[in-house]
């Protein structure tokens, strides 16, 4: 039996996959309205904020949204190899005949993860590739717009479409918790802001160790966490 069936749930409730659970996202309600209109509108928008703060669970939203029609492309710019050429990833929406006759896509929306791993040449392939409708809207995620490689080309295309994801606040934590485990007491809300306080305002990170002294709960045979769990934290 999996730590989390002991505690009475079917899966990982604080399961930090941005397929899952991104209808339970806090104070993010505005970002999401954002992204989606963008997307219709076609245009380009850049979300920048820290590691773990939801910038990808935004896309995947997107994606869900959007992908019906199959002209989704969802790439993360952090596997690719940084000299790879964006136009092969479009093609590749073709296979192999897209490599053989150079075709590409019209109308393509596209979400780019991690975008300060791709290379400045790319970033010029891309407003290119808009102008010429290739993509229709292009939703962009970094840590720091600023930072990034975009050119200054496709920088005068984004203008003042960059938008900041606020830093979330322990309030925002305990919202966030009890949207994932219900009114459950497996956390009550001094242990939520300890764990925020260590997770260093991170929500990915929160989640990730609300798991690891939720399993060492479990594994004394407990459905409540308590205060002596969180040594689990310091033991790493």
């Known amino acids: 039996m999996e730590w989390y069936q002991k505690l009475g ?38 979300f920048e904020g820290k590691p773990g703060t939801g910038k ?6 997107a994606a869900k949204k959007f992908g019906g029609k199959k002209n989704v492309a969802y790439v993360d710019c952090k596997i690719l190899d940084k000299n790879l050429n964006i136009t ?16 590409k896509p019209k109308d393509m929306i596209l979400l780019l993860d991690n975008v300060q791993n791709l290379s400045k040449k790319n970033t010029e392939r891309l407003k290119y590739y808009f102008d010429q409708n290739y ?8 840590e720091r717009y600023t930072r990034s490689n975009f050119s200054e080309s496709l920088m005068d295309r984004i203008g003042k479409r ?20 219900g009114e ?14 260590e997770s260093a305002g991170s929500p990915k990170m929160l989640l990730e160790n609300c798991q690891k002294v939720a399993e060492s709960a479990a594994k004394k045979g407990r459905k409540r966490v308590q205060q002596n769990d969180l040594k689990v934290l310091k033991n790493e």
Request: proline content about 3%; hydrophobic content about 40%; charged content about 30%.
């Open 9 to 46: 749930y079917k899966k990982n409730p604080f399961s930090v996959d941005p397929k899952d659970n991104h209808d339970k996202l806090v104070n993010m309600d505005a970002l999401v309205e954002e992204a989606l209109y963008r997307v219709e509108s076609g245009s380009m928008l850049v």
């Open 162 to 181: 960059v938008v900041s994801i606020p830093e979330m606040e322990d309030y925002d934590a305990i919202e966030m918790i009890r949207k994932r485990i």
């Open 135 to 142: 993509l229709k809207s292009i939703v962009f995620t970094t």
């Open 184 to 197: 459950d007491d497996v956390f009550n809300e001094q242990l939520i802001k300890k764990l925020f306080k």
């Open 56 to 61: 990808t669970t935004l896309l995947m939203i």
């Open 88 to 103: 092969h990833v479009l093609q590749d929406r073709y296979g192999l005949m897209g490599r053989l006759f150079n075709k």
